[in-house]
């Protein structure tokens, strides 16, 4: 049997096979998949503009201006006006020099990790970075060493033992299993003492997190030059898809002639610029869905705690429920279901061993009531669980 064939098996053996479903419907608080209606708790669309009618808009508005695809990359003749146009508005809200696009978060981190690492360098990087940004440290020359989460000083030891220049340290900005930001104040401190670069990838805070949306760097009032690269990706908060990097004029320059994620690959399709551009609009012109999504954050956690579940600590749209074993948080996830609510369960190589979880994502679109239906199913769910583990 060949190994793929052995490992397929595998994976079906140990309940680790896993489905694509299909949504029949745009993304919304209320979705349609497979067939059913869900409440959900799933989506990284945190206020809402994955289906938003401007969004829309914008994006149909752009195909009749620029057509479907783009036709070649950047460097050729792929790169449009809409796509300058969103890069230097993002470079305004951002406070930043200069914004370059990429076709995806996964692309960007590749980009700017083969660009900025050196043969033979050190990456360290926080043990709860995104896959992506593991990936993109495996695909350079450079040694990849990872930190306990959120331990700057671990962070420091490391980079006292090896004494090497060109460094970079790697982080995500609002981690993305977690929910919790990353002490971003010590680690511009450590960049600066250890002659290091700092790049935060803030797929996760940016639009979502600081008064104005600027993201973790915002939330934490640091200005977006006390780190030298910022990622950020345009299929979550803003309801688009794509990425881009922010950073001084110099080093986005290095990027656009260096990096291969850019170079080989062709330029996001306009329409989703063009969309990614007028959410930033309304990112910017409409607090209001930032302080919705923060006002259901503040009453899931707050409710979370009559459960005596035990939710991890965070203030992002990311709430983790740890439920310990590969077991509980599947059964959990399957009983909510069957209550027409929608949160996957994250298992173990996502997550670290026995910290199996129910992954719960707000947004601004979610009422009340709507909490409360999760808080309750949670709450049945967990007295039946219990019940029937004592009769065993
Ligand atoms: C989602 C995510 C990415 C990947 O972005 P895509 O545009 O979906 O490829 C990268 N980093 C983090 C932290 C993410 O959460």
Request: hydrophobic share 40%.
């Amino acid at each position: 049997m060949p190994a793929w064939d052995q490992k397929l098996t595998e994976l079906k053996q140990q309940h680790a096979y896993r489905q694509r479903r299909l949504m029949q419907a745009p993304q919304s608080v209320m979705v349609t998949l497979d067939d059913n209606t869900y409440l959900n708790f799933s989506s990284n669309d945190y206020l809402g503009l994955a289906n938003h009618a401007d969004v829309r808009g914008a994006a149909k508005q752009a195909i009749d201006d620029y057509g479907c695809g783009s036709g070649a990359s950047q460097l050729i003749n792929g790169y449009f006006q809409i796509h300058a146009e969103c890069e230097q508005r993002l470079a305004e809200f951002l406070q930043v020099e200069q914004v370059v696009l990429f076709g995806s978060g996964y692309l960007a981190n590749a980009g700017v990790l083969s660009a900025f690492s050196k043969r033979h360098g050190l990456i360290l990087a926080d043990k709860l970075n995104h896959a992506s940004l593991l990936d993109a440290a495996a695909g350079t020359q450079a040694q990849l060493q990872r930190y306990q989460h959120g331990d700057h000083q671990h962070a420091q030891r490391m980079l006292e033992e090896h004494h090497r220049e060109a460094n970079l340290i790697v982080t995500d900005g609002v981690f993305s299993m977690d929910g919790d930001i990353a002490p971003l104040p010590q680690l511009s401190a450590l960049r600066a003492n250890y002659n290091s670069m700092l790049i935060v990838d803030d797929a996760h805070g940016i639009g979502v997190l600081g008064a104005t949306g600027r993201g973790s760097l915002e939330t934490l009032a640091m200005a977006t030059d006390d780190v030298d690269i910022l990622v950020g990706t345009f299929g979550k908060a803003f309801g688009s898809g794509g990425a881009f990097v922010a950073g001084q004029h110099a080093l986005i320059d290095y990027l656009i002639q260096t990096a291969r994620a850019l170079i080989y690959t062709t330029a996001p399709a306009p329409a989703l610029a063009a969309a990614a551009c007028q959410s930033l609009q309304i990112i910017t012109q409409q607090p209001e869905r930032r302080a919705r999504l923060h006002t259901n954050i503040d009453y899931f956690k707050h409710a979370i705690k009559s459960t005596g579940l035990s939710c991890l600590s965070s203030d992002s749209a990311i709430q983790g429920i740890i439920l310990g074993s590969n077991e509980k948080a599947l059964q959990f996830s399957q009983a909510l279901e069957q209550r027409g609510i929608l949160a996957v369960a994250v298992r173990p190589p996502t997550v670290p061993k026995n910290t199996a979880r129910i992954r719960i994502t707000l947004s601004s679109e979610h009422e009340f009531q709507q909490i409360d239906q999760l808080i309750t199913a949670l709450q049945d769910i967990n007295h039946s669980y219990a019940d029937h583990n004592d009769t065993k």
